[in-house]
């Protein structure tokens, strides 16, 4: 997933019989800080096989503006009408396994299955080396079986297909979610990356902003098929024949989208100063002040505006005249009141409070 951002759609194929995908994937893999993506707080932050936070949102569904806000329109019938998405599978081997309900999946645990080389593996034929080769037949064939994979199993997932990366990335990242933030091992460094399992300092006078872009699919789920055989070959790819069209417009090219900022979900960008934050909880025990300003896309007008004065994009953003704004009025003195509250155009708090988390 994280090497798609190089080139996505070129790296779905054996480009020239390069191995394109294979190399970069072997590259990141000594990129230890890309442990530090992996999404945190497992299935009650992301949502289980049947459940997500955003529930039912619908990729399709028109947009009217209020005062301060766009919301999806409640009104429009064919909005209605279409296919709801699941996001909580953040992996699914197979469409059917995306969107049949967990009762209906033959899941078959990965955990303990027996890994080794191919049989008939000749390492000088491979240009490459991954730990795929150490997984063998029955490996790799376990992983597909499990069919349906939330945030916790894929971190699971992970330790068992790459176990010397995890080994490392272990030491430096957690993704979890504290039980208790007395207990004195969450003074190691490797938690104090993950804001579930660290508490903000006593700064009452202090204010938290999170400012990000909305209103441009990102990618939330996947849709993975098992590839050829081959000896030289990553066997799990995302299946770029997987289509919703009309019916299920989330899901394009093997990718389920949902809000976000093309590179970064609303729910991972909010949720936090939307909850997790919000007041005095555990994680906030000062209480430290939280806003939200979302900026919603437009993108530019023309070539003169370059990347565009009023992009949500990831980095584009940083052109953006009302982030600009709002920053240099922040280092000016102003105040979250100052600058209006809250400025929200998806439904971040809708959602956070699906997740039933301990504050």
Request: charged share 25%; glycine share 10%; net charge negative.
């Amino acid at each position: 997933m994280v090497v798609r951002a190089f080139a996505p759609g070129v790296l779905d194929k054996d480009v020239f019989g390069l191995q394109t995908l294979e190399h970069l994937m072997r590259m990141t893999r000594t990129w230890d800080s890309t442990m530090s993506m992996i999404p945190k707080g497992g299935d009650t932050i992301w949502g289980g096989l049947d459940w997500s936070p955003e529930g039912y949102y619908n990729c399709s569904a028109k947009k009217h503006k209020t005062n301060d806000s766009i919301k999806p329109c409640q009104n429009d019938k064919k909005s209605q009408s279409m296919k709801h998405v699941n996001y909580g599978r953040l992996i699914s081997f197979g469409k059917d396994a995306a969107e049949l309900h967990s009762s209906k999946l033959d899941m078959l645990d990965f955990r303990g299955s027996l890994k080794g080389r191919r049989s008939h593996m000749n390492t000088s034929t491979c240009d490459i080396w991954t730990e795929y080769h150490e997984m063998g037949v029955e490996g790799i064939r376990a992983v597909s079986d499990y069919k349906a994979y939330t945030a916790d199993a894929v971190l699971d997932l992970l330790r068992f297909v790459a176990p010397k990366m995890m080994k490392r990335g272990d030491a430096h990242f957690s993704h979890g979610i504290a039980d208790n933030l007395d207990d004195p091992k969450y003074k190691h460094y490797k938690y104090w990356s993950n804001p579930l399992e660290t508490r903000l300092p006593h700064a009452p006078d202090m204010e938290i902003y999170s400012m990000y872009g909305v209103g441009i699919p990102t990618e939330r789920a996947y849709v993975y098929k098992s590839t050829s055989q081959s000896e030289c070959y990553i066997p799990f790819q995302i299946d770029t024949s997987a289509n919703g069209g009309d019916e299920d417009p989330c899901l394009k090219d093997g990718v389920y989208s949902a809000n976000g900022d093309e590179t970064v979900p609303v729910l991972s960008a909010g949720f936090m100063c939307a909850k997790g934050w919000r007041g005095k909880t555990r994680f906030n025990p000062s209480g430290i002040q939280t806003f939200i300003r979302e900026y919603e896309h437009a993108p530019p007008a023309n070539l003169l505006e370059g990347r565009g004065t009023q992009s949500g994009a990831h980095v584009d953003i940083l052109g953006n005249f009302a982030l600009i704004e709002d920053i240099i009025r922040v280092a000016a003195g102003a105040s979250g009141e100052d600058l209006g509250g809250d400025r929200v155009h998806s439904e971040i708090f809708k959602w956070s409070e699906n997740i039933n988390l301990k504050l």
